[in-house]
């Protein structure tokens, strides 16, 4: 069964840190290109990550550039979303997903295969 389970959301103050995890099950994740997204409440789904199979290439939404860091571990078959200096507006549901061609984009359509999230909140 095909399948990507997220992990390490939480609730930490502003200015703190967080790493997600996205492991997969089923499929090898090394032949896929990997996102991280994100929807707050009463928004639409929306890019923050991605990095590609091929040649690791990684890419960012401008609102998180300097404080995500994506990396994969193909040993583990998991894609790792670290995030550095988080601001309230970084409050949402996180989900990770799968994209079967080598490539990756922050568009939602692109992908595959996709997990049930974790929410992350940021407050005091």
């Known amino acids: 069964q095909v399948q990507l389970v997220e992990s390490g959301g939480g609730l930490v103050q502003p200015g703190g840190s967080l790493r997600l995890s996205c492991a997969a099950s089923?499929?090898?994740?090394?032949?896929?290109?990997v996102g991280w997204f994100r929807q707050a409440p009463g928004k639409e789904r929306e890019g923050v990550s991605c990095i590609t199979s091929n040649d690791g290439s990684t890419y960012y939404a401008d609102s998180v550039k300097g404080r995500f860091t994506i990396s994969r571990d193909n040993a583990k078959n998991t894609v790792y979303l670290q995030m550095n200096s988080l601001k309230p507006e970084d409050t949402a549901v996180y989900y990770c997903?799968?994209?079967?061609?080598?490539?990756?984009?922050?568009?939602?359509?692109?992908?595959?295969?996709w997990g049930q999230g974790t929410q992350v909140t940021v407050s005091s």
């Open positions: 089923g499929f090898t994740l090394d032949y896929y290109g």
């Open positions: 997903a799968a994209d079967g061609s080598n490539y990756c984009s922050l568009y939602v359509n692109s992908y595959d295969y």
